[in-house]
């Protein structure tokens, strides 16, 4: 079964530090995504990022980067200068194939709340 | 706009009566699905559609039930028999966009039974 490993259940820095969020992941599936979500205490999901498990080519969006590696099945989160808003509960995800209907389902790991302080 | 609703967000309901959780989407998609959030804890899917009059159960479907008469509604009762119905449920539906199936999230609805 797919398996989504947050290890860090909390983390608390100081704002400007830079902050990395670590996701480790076991599936079968030789094709499947990867995914990241925040979210801040309204309770939505904020979707951040997506990653082909084709792709392994880092991202990076403004203060946020992706660091994917297959070989370590490993999907790791990179905030860069984190900012108070940074503050949020952060979610790996990884998708899994439903049946024979064709949708997907997502496998959540137990996220990782981060507290950035002024 | 285009979405996902939940209504309402706060809900409160006294221990042994049945409560449907409302989820409508304005996206015209053909999958739907529940997910069940706890805290500290992920998100864990309860039951899930792929088309209009036929549904699945998901890891976690003891003491619910759903329907989905209509492709953009896909209601939840969380029954007297859910032993932990307190808890965040999250709706979602999703679109096969030619690559993978992308899933949007609805804002979720609080469950608190006492």
């Known amino acids: 079964a797919q398996k989504v490993t947050q290890a860090q259940t909390e983390i608390s820095v100081v704002e400007k530090e830079d902050v990395t969020l670590d996701c480790v992941y076991e599936?079968?599936?030789?094709?499947?995504?990867l995914f990241w979500y925040k979210q801040p205490p309204s309770g939505e999901l904020v979707f951040l990022i997506r990653?082909?498990?084709?792709?392994?080519q880092n991202e990076i969006s403004g203060r946020y980067s992706w660091n994917f590696q297959k070989s370590t099945s490993s999907f790791n989160f990179t905030i860069t200068a984190s900012q108070v808003v940074d503050s949020a509960v952060y979610f790996c995800?990884?998708?899994?194939?439903?049946?024979?209907?064709?949708?997907?389902?997502?496998?959540f790991g137990k996220g990782t709340k981060l507290t950035v302080n002024p | 706009d285009g979405g996902i609703t939940q209504s309402p967000k706060y809900l409160f309901r006294k221990e042994g009566q049945n409560v449907t959780l409302s989820c409508e989407q304005n996206?015209?998609?053909?999958?739907m699905y529940w997910y069940r959030q706890d805290p500290g804890q992920g998100l864990r899917l309860i039951y899930y559609?792929?088309?209009?009059?036929?549904?699945q159960k998901g890891d976690i479907a003891e003491g619910y039930s759903v329907s989905r008469e209509k492709k953009e509604s896909f209601p939840l009762t969380v029954t007297s028999a859910q032993k932990n119905p307190t808890a965040f449920y999250l709706c979602?539906?999703?679109?096969?966009?030619?690559?993978?199936?992308?899933?949007?999230f609805g804002p979720g609805t609080r469950l608190t039974v006492t």
């Open positions: 979602a539906s999703s679109v096969w966009d030619g690559r993978f199936y992308e899933q949007y």
């Open positions: 599936t079968r599936d030789t094709t499947y995504y």
């Open positions: 990653r082909n498990s084709f792709d392994e």
């Open positions: 995800a990884l998708s899994e194939a439903l049946g024979q209907g064709g949708s997907e389902k997502l496998v």
């Open positions: 996206l015209n998609h053909d999958a």
């Open positions: 559609s792929q088309i209009v009059n036929d549904f």
